[in-house]
């Protein structure tokens, strides 16, 4: 595995506030939230970009959603609404190069956002 931030989180290097983890998944908050709720949603197997997915990767891009609407609904976040976003690459806003999905909520989002 490489050394992301986010390799380091699922070594356990680095701390992080973990709210969900499963066998492929691990989710935690954003130490720099851009809503009352940002969560990232990440694959415990390293992937840079979404332009690295293979088609067996299917699979576990829907194990990322599916965490992210378990965790908006127990959270009860999915009657008013959230956002989920996988950023790709420099022009795409990733700053990390391990893919992620942002879960965001608690707010009105915007687009384009402002």
Known sequence: MGDTIFSRIIRREIPADIVHEDDDVLGFRDVSPQAPTHVL?????EIPTL?????????LV???VMAA???AKAQG????????????????GQTVYHIHLHLLAGR?????PG
């Open 41 to 45: 949603f990440i694959p415990k197997r």
């Open 77 to 92: 976040l999915a009657e008013n609404g959230y956002r989920c976003v996988i950023n790709c690459n420099k022009d795409g």
């Open 108 to 112: 009105q989002m915007h687009w384009p």
């Open 69 to 71: 609407t378990a965790y």
């Open 62 to 64: 829907g194990k990322l």
């Open 51 to 59: 332009n690295d997915l293979r088609p067996d990767d299917a699979t």
